[in-house]
T-cell receptor
Framework: EPEVTQTPSHQVTQMGQEVILRCVPI?????FYWYRQILGQKVEFLVS????????KSEIFDDQFSVERPDGSNFTLKIRSTKLEDSAMYFC???????????FGSGTQLSVL | DQQVKQNSPSLSVQEGRISILNCDYT??????FLWYKKYPAEGPTFLIS?????DKNEDGRFTVFLNKSAKHLSLHIVPSQPGDSAVYFCAASYSGGGADGLTFGKGTHLIIQP
């Protein structure tokens, strides 16, 4: 069964460093998303991406964040200068039609020290 | 702001019994509701959904009930099985919002005891 793949599964970085989280969405899906979950908190929407551009972003997704689809398969989230409060599980998701039935990857646990 | 609330962080149920997971919402614009299930080290997976035009939706052992006047929904699992042990997230959306407008609760950890 096709699945969303995320790498790495764990990422430890120093505050102020740049990190890139990688995702390979399901191949025939057209809509891509990043969500995050801070420990003990709800899963929060960060950004959606369709037709090679951001279609929606939340207040969390400030200038420190960017997304890119550098080729036909990868979808990346970059955090330019990480802060302690960026520590969270980051989930990539995709859907064929932009509906709410998301297909999630297994997540990248980001720890900022 | 918690627009979707799951007030029970955990729930323990004996195998074979009914599991009832609850969810409350505050935003009256929400009209589509979903439950996701998450195992450790995996991402959430879609389980079942319900539109606000219905008050019940059933899929095998899983049934979701919606009470719009109370802004409350619940997920019933009958009978509960060991493989049902997971974190269950309630999520809500509104017309035209798609996944962009999806708001999740904090989750309830369901533990099925043998």
């Amino acid at each position: 069964e096709p699945e969303v793949t995320q790498t790495p599964s764990h990422q430890v970085t120093q505050m102020g460093q740049e990190v890139i989280l990688r995702c390979v969405p399901i191949s025939n899906h057209l809509y891509f998303y990043w969500y995050r979950q801070i420990l003990g908190q709800k899963v929060e929407f960060l950004v959606s991406f369709y037709n090679n551009e951001i279609s929606e972003k939340s207040e969390i997704f400030d200038d420190q964040f960017s997304v890119e689809r550098p080729d036909g398969s990868n979808f990346t989230l970059k955090i330019r200068s990480t802060k302690l409060e960026d520590s969270a599980m980051y989930f990539c998701a995709s859907t064929p039609w932009g509906d709410e039935k998301l297909f999630f990857g297994s997540g990248t646990q980001l720890s900022v020290l | 702001d918690q627009q979707v609330k799951q007030n029970s962080p955990s729930l323990s149920v004996q195998e074979g019994r009914i599991s009832i997971l609850n969810c409350d919402y505050t935003n009256s614009m929400f009209d589509y509701f979903l439950w996701y299930k998450k195992y450790p080290a995996e991402g959430p997976t879609f389980l079942i959904s319900i539109s606000s035009i219905k008050d019940k939706n059933e899929d095998g052992r899983f049934t979701v009930f919606l009470n719009k006047s109370a802004k409350h929904l619940s997920l019933h699992i009958v009978p509960s099985q060991p493989g049902d042990s997971a974190v269950y997230f309630c999520a809500a959306s509104y017309s035209g919002g798609g996944a962009d407008g999806l708001t999740f609760g904090k989750g309830t950890h369901l533990i099925i005891q043998p």
